[in-house]
C-alpha cells in the first residue's frame, strides 16, 4: 500500500508491516534525478571543526543541503540515504542525538535509507559519510 507524501513521492508501505522509524521501505517518484556523492563531516573548506560523531552527521547533513540547493532541490526531494559509519555501536548510541540534529537540518522527511558498518572511510578523521538521491518534480 503505498501512503502518498507529495504529489511526485509516494511512500511504499506494505499493508501489516510496523510503520519504520526515521526511514521509509520504499519510495516512488518522477522527476528530474539528482545524485549527492558520499558528503563527511568537514565544512565547505574541508576542514573537520570536530572530530565528535554527531557534530560530523549535522555537517554532512548541512553539505548534502547546500549541495541539493545547487541543483535547485531540497531535503524533502531525497529519496534514498546511505549511510557508511566506521563504528555501529557509536552510530547506535547516537540515535536519539542524530534524529535530533537529522530534524533540525533536514526536517520530518524520511526517505528510504541504509546504513553500514565500514572498515575504514577515505578521509582519516571522518566518522560518517552519508550519500544521497533525490528526485526533483518535472517543471510546468
Known amino acids: 500500500m503505498s501512503t502518498p507524501s507529495s504529489s511526485f513521492i509516494d511512500v511504499l508501505q506494505p499493508e501489516g508491516w510496523p510503520r519504520p522509524k526515521g526511514y521509509s521501505n ?7 534525478m539528482v545524485f549527492v556523492s558520499g558528503m563527511i563531516g568537514w565544512d565547505a573548506d574541508g576542514v573537520f571543526q570536530t572530530d565528535d560523531f554527531v557534530g560530523q552527521v549535522a555537517q ?7 549541495t541539493l540547493a545547487e541543483a535547485k532541490a531540497g531535503p524533502e526531494h531525497m529519496v534514498r540515504m546511505t549511510w ?8 547506535v548510541a547516537a540515535y536519539p542525538e542524530i534524529g535530533k540534529a537529522y530534524r533540525e537540518i533536514i526536517g520530518r522527511h524520511f526517505p528510504t535509507m ?3 558498518q ?3 572511510l577515505i578521509e582519516d578523521r571522518a566518522q560518517v ?3 544521497v538521491t533525490a528526485m526533483v518534480p518535472d517543471e510546468a
Open 26 to 32: 520504499g519510495m516512488t517518484a518522477s522527476g528530474r
Open 60 to 66: 554532512a547533513l548541512r553539505n548534502i543541503v547546500a
Open 84 to 91: 557508511y559509519v566506521k563504528d555501529k555501536k557509536t552510530y
Open 114 to 116: 541504509t546504513a553500514v
Open 118 to 120: 565500514v572498515a575504514d
Open 129 to 131: 559519510e552519508i550519500e
